[in-house]
């Protein structure tokens, strides 16, 4: 069965400063792998999307994220982060194309930004 | 406009009694889920529907019933039978077999007093 892990439950950075969100996996095959991110009582807006190809995925709003099979990860980086990146952002892995069930989420990792 | 609408925002309810959460899309997309989402727990999968008038069971089905009489309608059903309904709601859809990518309704907080 697939899972995913983000061992970040809370991160704290400072506005203009580096992040990276981790996330490991879990998946017999070739994932397909998500980085969601969702607003205090909102939605979940997709960021980026990993399916086959060059394994560095650029996305919305500057992030971006590295596949990388031999650690089974699909960490999300930013260079320098805006106050408005405040959120929570999941990561998720999907079985691959033709099953509707599809998604499996991590527990999310909730990013504070200071001034 | 195209896109997923969960109404309402917000609801409450009596425990005992049953409630219908309403997600609708206009993106002609096949497949539509429904999630529920505790703090510290992140998404868990309730029912999704690939066809008109066909569903499966998710990971906790227990206590919710679904429908699907319409491509564009999901509703969700929190019976009484649900020992802790009070949560936050997600609907998804997602479009034919290889687009592979679930987008999100904004969601419906329910609370039951």
């Known amino acids: 069965a697939q899972s995913v892990t983000q061992p970040d439950i809370h991160i704290t950075v400072s506005e203009g400063a580096s992040l990276e969100l981790r996330c490991n996996y879990s998946?017999?095959?070739?994932?397909?792998l998500f980085w969601y991110v969702q607003s205090p009582g909102q939605g979940l807006q997709l960021l980026l999307k990993?399916?086959?190809?060059?394994?560095l995925v650029q996305g919305i709003k500057g992030f971006e994220a590295e596949f990388k099979r031999s650690q089974s990860s699909f960490n999300l980086r930013k260079p320098s982060v805006h106050w408005s990146d405040a959120a929570e952002y999941f990561c998720?892995?999907?079985?691959?194309?033709?099953?509707?069930?599809?998604?499996?989420f991590g527990s999310g990792t909730q990013l504070t930004v200071l001034p | 406009d195209g896109g997923i609408t969960q109404s309402p925002k917000y609801l409450f309810r009596k425990e005992g009694q049953n409630v219908t959460l309403s997600c609708e899309q206009n993106?002609?997309?096949?497949?539509m889920y429904w999630y529920r989402q505790d703090p510290g727990q992140g998404l868990r999968l309730i029912y999704y529907?690939?066809?008109?008038?066909?569903?499966q069971k998710g990971d906790i089905a227990e206590g919710y019933s679904v429908s699907r009489e319409k491509k564009e309608s999901f509703p969700l059903t929190v019976t009484s039978a649900q020992k802790n309904p009070t949560a936050f709601y997600l609907c998804?859809?997602?479009?034919?077999?290889?687009?592979?990518?679930?987008?999100f309704g904004p969601g419906t907080r329910l609370t039951v007093l």
């Open positions: 998720a892995v999907g079985a691959p194309s033709g099953s509707a069930r599809q998604l499996t």
């Open positions: 998946y017999g095959a070739t994932p397909y």
């Open positions: 990993y399916f086959s190809g060059d394994t």
């Open positions: 993106l002609n997309h096949d497949a």
């Open positions: 529907s690939q066809i008109v008038n066909d569903f």
């Open positions: 998804a859809t997602k479009g034919s077999i290889g687009t592979d990518t679930q987008y």
